[in-house]
Each structure stands twice: as structure tokens, then as C-alpha cells.
């Protein structure tokens, strides 16, 4: 019998359009250095997933004339779940469009899309269709699959993270219609109001995240995380990415206490910035739960807890 919890249960999915004829780019990066599964391929779409992943995707990258976020899409329990978000979402006045099963993406089922306040398009759907682990379910071996050896080979994906221009009113929105929960934030020295805030959904070992709030554009994404195992996978998979050549972000390897993770940053040949992290704050919700508050102030010692100076261009969307 499966888990009985209702709304967003869990992030399912990030859509990229990538500048990439064919995916010629695109495709041996993640699927050769990233260390992603094709699940399957469409004429100008290739639909990735994690080796831990049991859904058929978490990445479905897309070519096109220009390089952007698409959209990101959350699992909700059942349709009840996408009816009521529906009218709640409505009555804050934002417009909501209803797509049928397959209509969208290939094994998706019913789903409903709508833009945040901070202008990123958000899918909620009930059904995906399950590939099944790598592994199996029978007395699995949980082991990094021999073909992704020696490549970053990601468990699961943990988090996206995006900006926007008034993230007090993004926030708001997640927290109050999408049910989402603040574990941490960060907050303006003066005014006490939040620039910055890490929401999840579920109450346990999530690593205190699944959505990202920065402060930015709006309509951008800052970027895309997925989880390893442990910090030993994070400092072998970095000699990895660099004998590669791939372009490492200043923060990382590092320990983010900005969400308690062991993480490093580095970007796909399209300049997205991609995370790979691991451990996380556990949070658990009861009736005295707190977020943990970083003043702005402490904003270089919360992303760096090594260096402790601020990076701006850090703070920059990446696609």
C-alpha cells in the first residue's frame, strides 16, 4: 500500500530548452559525464532520469532556438489533489491550463501548469509512468551501476533553485497555496524581510529542500541539484568533472551550512549551474518548528562555510 499524503508529495521533473541542433551537445554530457539514464528519445527531446530514480524522468532536455527554463513539474497524490490546487490557484487570480494525459510530455499523466509570482511555469501532475529501478526490486544491489562508473552518476535529484525579483511574494505563494514549508531563510538586515528561503514538502529526509527561492529575475533558474551519497562521492566526482574540463563553479567542493549539504557547483557547456550535494539538514514538522534564519549579513558564511566570502557572481540566474 503506498503512502497516504496528500498535495505535493514529491519534485519530479525539471524541463530545459537548450541552443543544441539535435541535442548533439547536450545528450554525451549528460549522459556520458553527468552519468544520466536515457529513458527514451523524441525527435528533438531526450528524457533522462537518475540511476536511483524509479520514474521515468527527472530531466527532460529539449532543443530549440534559445536557451531557457521550460518548466518544473511536482507529483501530487491524485486528481482530487490537482482539482483543489486548481481553485486555490485561481482564486489568487493566476490562470491555470488543464492538459490531459500524454498531451504534454511522453508518460505524464493529468496535469495542471501555472506561473509563480516569480514567473517560472510550475507543472502539477498525479501519474508518471515507472521505468523501475536500475536495480530492481528484488534484493537489489544498491551500487552505482557499472556503465556509470567514473562518471557523476547522480542517485536522485534533490532540488531546483530559481530567482526572483520580489522572493517575499514568491515565498509567500509556495507556503501558503503549494503547502510548502520554509526549513531555512535568509533575511534583509534592516527590514527583516526574506531574500532567500529553502522549502520542502515532505517531513523527513528531504536534505530540507526541494525548491530554492533566490533573489534575481524573475522567470530564471539559478540551479539544478541532485544527490550523491556521501561528501567522499562529492570530492571524487570534482577530480572527475576537472580532469574532464568541466568548468567548476567557485563554491565547491565546499560544506554549504546554508542547508547543513557537502556540495559542489559546476555548469553544462550552456552556462546551467548544476549541484551535486549530499546530507542536508534533516527537518521534521511539528507543532514547534522553526526555520532557521540567516541574517544577510552572514550570507558569505552560510554558502561558504570555508571561505566565508561572498561571491556575487554566485547570487547570478544561470539560465
Known sequence: MGLQHRGISRIGYVWLRLQDPLLKSSRPFYLDQLGMLETFRESNRSYLRCWHENFNYNLVL???????????????????????????????GIAVTTDDAGEILAGLGNSISFTIPGGQQLRLYADMTQS????????????????????????????LALTSADPEVTIDF?????????????????????????????????????????????????????????????????????????NIDSYGPTKQAYGNTFSIHFFDQFGVRLELCSGGRLTDTHPEFEPITWDE????????HYSQELNPEFLEHSL
Do not use: C
Open 132 to 159: 523501475g529501478y536500475v536495480t530492481g526490486f528484488e534484493s537489489p544491489d544498491w551500487v552505482t551501476p557499472r556503465e556509470l562508473r567514473g562518471t557523476a552518476a547522480p542517485m536522485f535529484l534533490n532540488h
Open 297 to 304: 549579513s552572514q550570507l558569505g558564511r552560510a554558502i561558504s
Open 174 to 246: 509556495l507556503t501558503d497555496i503549494l503547502g510548502f514549508v520554509i526549513s531555512e531563510k535568509i533575511v534583509n538586515d534592516q527590514t527583516g524581510k526574506p531574500l532567500s528561503a529553502l522549502l520542502f514538502r515532505m517531513s523527513r529526509e528531504v536534505g530540507g529542500q526541494e525548491l530554492a527561492i533566490f533573489p534575481g529575475k524573475n522567470g530564471h533558474l539559478h540551479h539544478i541539484a541532485f544527490t550523491k551519497e556521501d561528501p567522499n562521492d562529492i570530492m571524487v566526482t570534482g577530480m572527475y568533472l576537472r580532469e574532464r574540463g568541466i
Open 62 to 92: 529539449e532543443s530549440g532556438n534559445e536557451n531557457q527554463l521550460i518548466e518544473v513539474g511536482l507529483q501530487v497524490r491524485d486528481q482530487h489533489d490537482l482539482d483543489h490546487f486548481s481553485q486555490l490557484i485561481q482564486a489568487e
